[in-house]
């Protein structure tokens, strides 16, 4: 299984709502990202999780809080987002942080009313 | 982090064409990769290439590197339709840091 699978495919929450983007992968792999990409524009790193410790955090803001329960599982919690918060958010894992290939899953088109 | 830039950001051509995508970047690296994506949908990894390679080829793709120029090029031979995306050059720094995107070609195959 070579496939990274994120949900939902589309998302619309409100500023005061509180919701959570899932991706699992069943690669083995130990380390697992989540990018950011506004229309037009390459993808930024946000989150970066390393054997289930976050290891590099991009100065994100707090509103996005990232989860790693598991070796296969990453979630990003949301919570008072704004307008300009609005993308598509990739989760994305590789073997380990040494240099390797990354695996991209569908992404989660998120709209912020 | 730096973004890298990649020259031409749109690339028009006919089928059957060659297309050639470079990208250049700022800081020394581990390796480069070459992504591509259709639609804004999920990114596809084509090939990467080491700090201390300077060819490499995956089917019809040829990629190179010059570390002294800090630049790369990504080679499509025989285009065809299926190829229309945006293709992303992606640096992985010295010290694992995550990949850094270049802005990206977007590449149309005209039948």
């Known amino acids: 299984d070579t496939e990274v699978t994120q949900t939902p495919k589309h998302l619309v929450m409100g500023m005061t709502n509180k919701k959570s983007l899932k991706c699992e992968q069943h690669m083995g792999h130990r380390a697992m990202y989540w990018y950011k990409q506004k229309a037009k524009k390459p993808p930024e790193l946000m989150f970066v999780?390393?054997?289930?410790?976050?290891?590099i955090n991009e100065s994100v803001p707090s509103r996005f809080s990232p989860e790693c329960p598991n070796s296969s599982l990453l979630n990003l919690h949301l919570h008072a987002l704004q307008p300009e918060d609005s993308a598509l958010y990739l989760c994305a894992s590789s073997q380990d942080l040494a240099g390797n290939e990354q695996f991209f899953g569908p992404g989660t088109r998120l709209t912020v009313l | 982090s730096q973004q890298g830039e990649e020259d031409p950001q749109a690339l028009s051509i006919q089928e059957g064409e060659n297309a050639t995508m470079n990208c250049s970047y700022k800081t020394s690296i581990n390796n480069l990769q070459w992504y591509r994506q259709n639609s804004g949908r999920g990114l596809v990894h084509l090939i990467l290439?080491?700090?201390?390679?300077r060819e490499k080829h995956s089917g019809r793709l040829r990629v190179t590197l010059d570390t002294s120029k800090k630049s790369s090029s990504l080679l499509i031979t025989a285009s065809r339709a299926a190829d229309t995306a945006s293709y992303f050059c992606?640096?992985?720094?010295?010290?694992?840091?995550?990949?850094?995107f270049g802005k990206g070609t977007h590449l149309i195959i005209q039948p």
């Open positions: 290439i080491r700090s201390n390679e």
């Open positions: 999780y390393s054997y289930e410790k976050l290891s």
């Open positions: 992606a640096t992985d720094p010295l010290t694992p840091d995550g990949l850094t």
